[in-house]
Nanobody, 116 residues
Framework: QVQLVESGGGLVQPGGSLRLSCAAS????????MGWYRQAPGKQRELVAT???????NYADSVKGRFTISRDNAKNTVYLQMNRVKPEDTAVYYC??????????WGQGTQVTVSS
C-alpha cells in the first residue's frame, strides 16, 4: 500500500509563489510516476504535472512556464513549485502516484487559494 500526504497549500496573492510537498510512504518505487492533479469547484479533476524517474516531466498547458515539478527519490517526496500564480489556479491540489501493479493512489488534497 501507498500513503500520500500533501502540505504547503494556503492563500497566496496573484503573482505570488507557493510550494507544495507530497511525502509518500509504503511500497514506493522511484521509477513509477508521481505528480499533481487539481480540482476547482464545479470542475473535473485535471492533470497539473507529472514526473517519472530520469527527470521526464509533463505539464498542463495552463501551467507551463510557471509551475515546476521535482522529486527527491531519497525522501520519496514530490514537490510543486508554483510561481506567478493566477486566480484560476485556485483549486484543491492532489498528490498522485501510479504503480503498474497496484494501480493509482491519491492524497487527501490541499487547498490553494489565489486571491488579493
Amino acid at each position: 500500500q501507498v500513503q500520500l500526504v500533501e502540505s504547503g497549500g494556503g492563500l497566496v496573492q496573484p503573482g505570488g509563489s507557493l510550494r507544495l510537498s507530497c511525502a509518500a510512504s509504503g511500497s514506493i518505487v522511484s521509477s513509477n510516476a508521481m505528480g499533481w492533479y487539481r480540482q476547482a469547484p464545479g470542475k473535473q479533476r485535471e492533470l497539473v504535472a507529472t514526473a517519472i524517474y530520469g527527470g521526464i516531466t509533463n505539464y498542463a498547458d495552463s501551467v507551463k512556464g510557471r509551475f515546476t515539478i521535482s522529486r527527491d527519490n531519497a525522501k520519496n517526496t514530490v514537490y510543486l513549485q508554483m510561481n506567478r500564480v493566477k486566480p484560476e489556479d485556485t483549486a484543491v491540489y492532489y498528490c498522485w502516484y501510479r504503480s503498474p501493479y497496484s494501480g493509482e493512489y491519491w492524497g487527501q488534497g490541499t487547498q490553494v487559494t489565489v486571491s488579493s
